[in-house]
């Protein structure tokens, strides 16, 4: 299997079944010739000018099954910030909740 084809496939985490995104880049042990982690870069922020957010980490064990059309992984979620819930107490306050 090549790097465009597993950069292709859906990563998935299997305890929440979140779709996480695709793979962006690898990082490779050069003395073993062997994939040691897989590289999930964050989102752009304000198209990039500001610099991206927190990159995910999915270490090569924490693969579970490499599919047709997904990777099925083990990795745990990164947290996610206190945006949403703001994002939600201000869409509560404009609609009177």
Known sequence: MTFRELSK???VQL???????KI?????DP???KIEKLLMLGRPKLFGL???GE??????????????DA??????LPETSGQEE?????LERLLGK
């Open 31 to 33: 003395e073993h010739a």
């Open 86 to 90: 703001k994002k939600e107490s201000l």
């Open 50 to 52: 500001l610099g991206r």
């Open 9 to 11: 496939k859906e990563v």
């Open 55 to 68: 990159t995910l980490v999915i270490e090569w064990d924490e693969i579970e099954k490499i599919g047709a």
């Open 71 to 76: 990777l099925l992984v083990t990795t745990e």
């Open 24 to 28: 962006d880049d690898l990082v490779i």
């Open 15 to 21: 305890k929440e079944g979140a779709c996480l995104g």
